[in-house]
C-alpha cells in the first residue's frame, strides 16, 4: 500500500493556496479543536486515556500537517522535477 501523506500536502497545500483567508480561518478553528483534544486527553478517566492520547496525537498530526503543506509539497514537488 502507497503512502497517503503526500497526498494529503498537495491537496492540503491546493485547498490553502485556493481558499486564502478561508484556510487560515480553518486552521484557527483546528487549532483551537485540537487545543480541546488535549485538554480531554488531560480529563480522560484513566479507563479512557489511551483513547484520548489516541485522540490528541492524531488531531496534533493533521495539524502539523495542515501548518506545514505549503512548505512541504514545495519539497515534495522539487523532488518530482526532472533533473
Given at each position: 500500500?502507497?503512502?497517503?501523506?503526500?497526498?494529503?500536502?498537495?491537496?492540503?497545500?491546493?485547498l490553502?493556496?485556493?481558499?486564502?483567508?478561508?484556510?487560515?480561518?480553518?486552521?484557527?478553528?483546528?487549532?483551537?479543536?485540537?487545543?480541546?483534544?488535549?485538554?480531554?486527553?488531560?480529563?480522560?478517566?484513566?479507563?479512557?486515556?489511551?483513547?484520548?492520547?489516541?485522540?490528541?496525537?492524531?488531531?496534533?498530526?493533521?495539524f502539523?500537517?495542515?501548518?506545514t503543506?505549503?512548505?512541504?509539497?514545495?519539497?515534495?514537488?522539487?523532488?518530482?522535477?526532472?533533473k
Amino acid at each position: 500500500m502507497s503512502n497517503p501523506k503526500p497526498d494529503l500536502v498537495m491537496a492540503s497545500d491546493r485547498l490553502a493556496r485556493t481558499a486564502g483567508p478561508v484556510w487560515e480561518d480553518f486552521l484557527k478553528a483546528f487549532a483551537a479543536y485540537s487545543a480541546n483534544r488535549v485538554k480531554e486527553c488531560v480529563q480522560a478517566p484513566v479507563d479512557k486515556v489511551m483513547v484520548a492520547q489516541g485522540r490528541a496525537q492524531e488531531t496534533a498530526a493533521l495539524f502539523e500537517l495542515f501548518t506545514t503543506a505549503k512548505d512541504e509539497a514545495a519539497i515534495l514537488q522539487s523532488r518530482m522535477k526532472p533533473k
